[in-house]
């Protein structure tokens, strides 16, 4: 009897960190690269407000 050898394939799944909240991410998110090379996983909803209004507050 040959002996079968089976491997699981483990799906490349990698875990991010996100850079807010430090919880792992798990699908979608935001990615930011930036100039020091280094790259940012960001929740969707953790993503800091970025939007420059006039009118603050
Ligand atoms: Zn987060």
């Known amino acids: 009897m040959a002996k ?3 491997k699981k394939k483990q799906p490349e ?3 991010y960190t996100c850079s807010e909240c430090g919880r792992e ?11 020091r090379r280094t790259e940012l996983h ?4 953790c ?3 970025g939007r420059r209004d ?3 507050g």
């Open 4 to 6: 079968k050898v089976e």
């Open 25 to 35: 991410i798990s699908g979608n998110h935001v990615y930011i690269k930036t100039k």
């Open 54 to 56: 006039e009118h603050e």
């Open 47 to 49: 993503m800091p407000m």
């Open 13 to 15: 799944s990698k875990v």
């Open 42 to 45: 960001i929740h969707y909803g």
